[in-house]
């Protein structure tokens, strides 16, 4: 710990003639080797604490600025060693600036009474009207605010909640503020009562107010111009920037809010990003992303979102009020003008084209396309599942987790096949079945929760789910034998039982966290018996997402049994080696449909606009200059790659299961 001493008279004398002046010099302390030379027209106010100043700034351009306090007003605080603070019009009051902070060119830097620094604040989020608050801090959770969110018919785990999260905040409150080490505040307006973690920069914000910006030197946090955050939460990671507007907002790790969006009484966690639109009351799960003008998200709850230029949802076309939401499964994807009437429920990795009002349920049949056709909603099932874009979308995610701190608050699962989505699949299938088993209108038509089915497309949706179970089967089974040493048909069916029955059942999609719902009343009735506290309950969430493939196989377990007709105890070598091939058989089907599906990225259409002013030739070199071509296309050459791999494992496995005895 540092110690402290009064100013001697001949440092006061100095200060003094540098134009500084204080209130009480006696209540000025400062370090022991203290030295006045680097002060200037300074005044103290309230207790002040002094560090010692000896680093030189070197600033873009070669400028060089010794650290040291110059023309502020500095008011009961206690500044750090090698801090430069320079130009503040107004003052800075009530705050602990720790070593190595630049702060220059600021309007006011203030902490005024007892505040949370933003824990606590309650979000309105979903429903503008109240009914679903979160009360935000700062290691806030996704899945911890799903339960938050649509649990309430559990009020008693939600009132627990609650509890533990004004607890904590209790504990963050503070008339004193903290700007940790090496932070950067220049060209900025007022900060007021805002903790501001190490490694933060702030240039050119207009005002902040309220907010926690809990930055470090793994994942800094970025504020840029213009920018004005009131009642608020930055996670590590985060930038906002270019005149962004935020109130009432927890923002999660590694997520970018850029370029004029406005976010209100909204929850945004990891890697999303906004810019250009707007955001009202959303639940924004991991990787929800709008980059365009005129994009309204409101009252709805997405994850792994990909809105289009001018998407909008409404809900308010009630004489009662805003009351209505709406929920888009994780993948959902929206078109250009795209519109959404709340409620409505949109399936898990379904394109979104055109105008719905009709208030859509399409959560049982995902991988669909809803479009609009003559004021009607047309839904096309499966459809994604051949799409290449839906490919893509599940291997870039990983690739663009923005994530640096080594403590991650949301557990992500990036799965595309999960006992989620294939129980989707599976009601997909009853649901398609019972609709074929009834008579289509005169058009040939279903009508399903507000939607029209054509009788081809449900019959196609039927195929193409089947090939994504069989293929989602035959990837946990080929994963629970690949690479073991199978000798009998005693150790293969060890290998294939299970000692735990947790995953059976429901599961559920916690924005980013995919369980079984079991074990998800298991955390619920845990936390109502007064057994947790905020961090157990992050602990559990991580054991689920840890434990994701131990409770996936035990889902998959019965379902492989029904298909075979038999318990694991009694299975034979040959069901194995039928399911295997059956998972080849799959795969190779849908790998071919993707790469269909890529071919047309290059045909005549897809060249139109190429090769300016020239003939064929030249349009075919101008877009194979710029694209590639088909047969060297990455993409491509990987899904050829796929089949392969794949197909080689398979004839390799069952090769050696027809020696087991």
Same mark, same amino acid.
């Given at each position: 710990?540092?110690? @402290?001493?009064?100013?001697?008279?001949?440092?006061?004398?100095?200060?003094?003639?540098?134009?500084?002046?204080?209130?009480?010099?006696?209540?000025?302390?400062?370090?022991?080797?203290?030295?006045?030379?680097?002060?200037?027209?300074?005044?103290?106010?309230?207790?002040?604490?002094?560090?010692?100043?000896?680093?030189?700034?070197?600033? !873009?351009?070669?400028?060089?600025?010794?650290?040291?306090? @110059?023309?502020?007003?500095?008011?009961?605080?206690?500044?750090?060693?090698?801090?430069?603070?320079?130009?503040?019009?107004?003052?800075?009051?009530?705050?602990?600036?720790?070593?190595?902070?630049?702060?220059?060119?600021?309007?006011?830097?203030?902490?005024?009474?007892?505040?949370?620094?933003?824990?606590?604040?309650?979000? !309105?989020?979903?429903?503008?009207?109240?009914?679903?608050?979160?009360?935000?801090?700062?290691?806030?959770?996704?899945?911890?605010?799903?339960?938050?969110?649509?649990?309430?018919?559990?009020?008693?785990?939600?009132?627990?909640?609650?509890?533990?999260?004004?607890?904590?905040?209790?504990?963050?409150?503070?008339?004193?503020?903290?700007?940790?080490?090496?932070?950067?505040?220049?060209?900025?307006?007022?900060?007021?009562?805002?903790?501001?973690?190490?490694?933060?920069?702030?240039?050119?914000?207009?005002?902040?107010?309220?907010?926690?910006?809990?930055?470090?030197?793994?994942?800094?946090?970025?504020?840029?111009?213009?920018?004005?955050?009131?009642?608020? &939460?930055?996670?590590?990671?985060?930038?906002?920037?270019?005149?962004?507007?935020?109130?009432?907002?927890?923002?999660? +790790?590694?997520?970018?809010?850029?370029?004029? @969006?406005?976010?209100?009484?909204?929850?945004?966690?990891?890697?999303?990003?906004?810019?250009?639109?707007?955001?009202?009351?959303? =639940?924004?799960?991991?990787?929800?992303?709008?980059?365009?003008?005129?994009?309204?998200?409101?009252?709805?709850?997405?994850?792994?979102?990909?809105?289009?230029?001018?998407?909008?949802?409404?809900?308010?076309?009630?004489?009662?009020?805003?009351?209505?939401?709406?929920?888009?499964?994780?993948?959902?994807?929206?078109?250009?003008?795209?519109?959404?009437?709340?409620?409505?429920? &949109?399936?898990?990795?379904?394109?979104?084209?055109?105008?719905?009002? +009709?208030?859509?349920?399409?959560?049982?049949?995902?991988?669909?396309?809803? &479009?609009?056709?003559?004021?009607?909603?047309?839904?096309?099932?499966?459809?994604?599942?051949?799409?290449?874009?839906?490919?893509?979308?599940?291997?870039?995610? !990983?690739?663009?987790?923005?994530?640096?701190?080594?403590?991650?608050?949301?557990?992500?699962?990036?799965?595309?096949?999960?006992?989620?989505?294939?129980?989707?699949?599976?009601?997909?299938?009853?649901?398609?079945?019972?609709?074929?088993?009834?008579?289509?209108?005169?058009?040939?038509?279903?009508?399903?929760?507000?939607?029209?089915?054509?009788?081809?497309?449900?019959?196609?949706?039927?195929?193409?789910?089947?090939?994504?179970?069989?293929?989602?089967?035959?990837?946990?089974?080929?994963?629970?034998?690949?690479?073991?040493?199978?000798?009998?048909?005693? +150790?293969?069916?060890?290998?294939?039982?299970?000692?735990?029955?947790?995953?059976?059942?429901?599961?559920?999609?916690?924005?980013?966290?995919?369980?079984?719902?079991?074990?998800?009343?298991?955390?619920?009735?845990?936390?109502?018996?007064?057994?947790?506290?905020?961090?157990? &309950?992050?602990?559990?969430?991580?054991?689920?997402?840890?434990?994701?493939?131990?409770?996936?196989?035990?889902?998959?377990?019965?379902?492989?049994?029904?298909?075979?007709?038999?318990?694991?105890?009694?299975?034979?070598?040959?069901?194995?080696?039928?399911?295997?091939?059956?998972?080849?058989?799959?795969?190779?089907?849908?790998?071919?449909?993707? @790469?269909?599906?890529?071919?047309?990225?290059?045909?005549?259409?897809?060249?139109?606009?190429?090769?300016?002013?020239?003939?064929?030739?030249?349009?075919?070199?101008?877009?194979?200059?710029?694209?590639?071509?088909?047969?060297?296309? !990455? =993409?491509?050459?990987?899904?050829?790659?796929?089949?392969?791999?794949?197909?080689?494992?398979?004839?390799?496995?069952?090769?050696?299961?027809?020696?087991?005895?």
């Amino acid at each position: 710990m540092s110690t @402290y001493r009064q100013l001697l008279d001949k440092e006061i004398a100095t200060l003094l003639v540098y134009g500084c002046s204080a209130e009480d010099w006696k209540r000025v302390l400062v370090a022991e080797d203290f030295s006045p030379k680097f002060f200037n027209n300074t005044h103290f106010s309230g207790t002040v604490y002094l560090g010692t100043y000896d680093k030189v700034y070197e600033l !873009p351009g070669g400028v060089k600025k010794h650290s040291g306090i @110059y023309n502020c007003q500095i008011h009961n605080c206690k500044v750090g060693n090698d801090v430069l603070i320079d130009k503040v019009n107004n003052y800075i009051a009530n705050y602990d600036i720790e070593d190595e902070c630049y702060i220059e060119n600021v309007n006011l830097l203030y902490v005024d009474g007892s505040t949370t620094f933003g824990n606590g604040v309650k979000v !309105p989020v979903l429903n503008e009207a109240g009914g679903r608050e979160v009360p935000i801090y700062d290691r806030l959770s996704a899945p911890l605010a799903y339960m938050m969110v649509l649990y309430r018919h559990r009020p008693q785990m939600i009132q627990k909640v609650e509890e533990m999260i004004e607890a904590y905040a209790f504990l963050q409150k503070s008339d004193r503020g903290t700007i940790g080490r090496n932070v950067k505040i220049v060209n900025s307006g007022v900060i007021k009562n805002v903790r501001v973690g190490a490694f933060a920069k702030i240039q050119g914000a207009s005002l902040l107010t309220n907010g926690t910006i809990n930055s470090n030197a793994e994942a800094p946090v970025f504020i840029g111009s213009g920018v004005k955050c009131n009642d608020f &939460i930055l996670s590590s990671g985060v930038t906002v920037n270019d005149s962004t507007l935020v109130s009432r907002c927890f923002v999660g +790790q590694g997520s970018i809010l850029d370029k004029h @969006y406005s976010a209100l009484d909204s929850l945004f966690f990891s890697n999303c990003q906004g810019m250009h639109g707007e955001a009202t009351a959303v =639940f924004a799960g991991p990787y929800t992303v709008s980059h365009h003008k005129a994009t309204l998200l409101i009252a709805g709850m997405f994850s792994f979102l990909n809105a289009g230029s001018g998407s909008n949802q409404s809900n308010h076309m009630y004489k009662l009020g805003p009351i209505h939401q709406g929920i888009a499964c994780r993948g959902a994807k929206t078109t250009s003008d795209s519109y959404l009437l709340w409620p409505a429920k &949109i399936g898990a990795f379904t394109l979104v084209m055109g105008r719905h009002t +009709q208030h859509s349920d399409t959560s049982d049949l995902p991988f669909s396309y809803l &479009i609009e056709n003559g004021n009607q909603s047309y839904l096309v099932p499966a459809v994604n599942l051949r799409s290449v874009g839906t490919i893509r979308d599940a291997q870039k995610w !990983p690739k663009r987790d923005n994530r640096k701190d080594t403590v991650l608050l949301d557990p992500i699962n990036f799965n595309l096949l999960s006992p989620f989505t294939i129980q989707q699949m599976m009601n997909g299938i009853a649901v398609l079945e019972n609709l074929l088993s009834t008579a289509p209108d005169e058009k040939g038509e279903y009508l399903y929760n507000n939607c029209k089915i054509r009788k081809s497309s449900a019959q196609k949706g039927i195929e193409l789910y089947q090939l994504a179970i069989c293929k989602f089967l035959g990837n946990s089974l080929i994963a629970h034998i690949k690479d073991k040493s199978i000798h009998s048909l005693v +150790q293969l069916r060890e290998l294939l039982a299970t000692h735990s029955d947790k995953g059976l059942g429901h599961w559920v999609d916690m924005s980013g966290l995919i369980a079984p719902l079991t074990e998800v009343n298991r955390l619920m009735d845990e936390i109502e018996g007064d057994d947790m506290n905020l961090g157990s &309950i992050q602990s559990f969430l991580n054991e689920m997402n840890a434990h994701f493939y131990d409770y996936q196989w035990q889902w998959v377990r019965p379902h492989l049994e029904k298909r075979w007709g038999k318990s694991i105890a009694e299975v034979g070598v040959e069901e194995v080696v039928t399911t295997i091939q059956q998972w080849k058989e799959s795969v190779v089907k849908l790998d071919q449909l993707i @790469y269909d599906d890529a071919k047309k990225e290059f045909d005549l259409d897809a060249k139109i606009g190429f090769g300016a002013d020239g003939d064929e030739a030249a349009k075919q070199q101008d877009f194979e200059n710029v694209r590639g071509s088909f047969e060297k296309n !990455p =993409f491509v050459l990987e899904v050829l790659q796929h089949i392969e791999r794949k197909s080689a494992l398979a004839d390799k496995l069952v090769a050696e299961l027809k020696e087991v005895k």
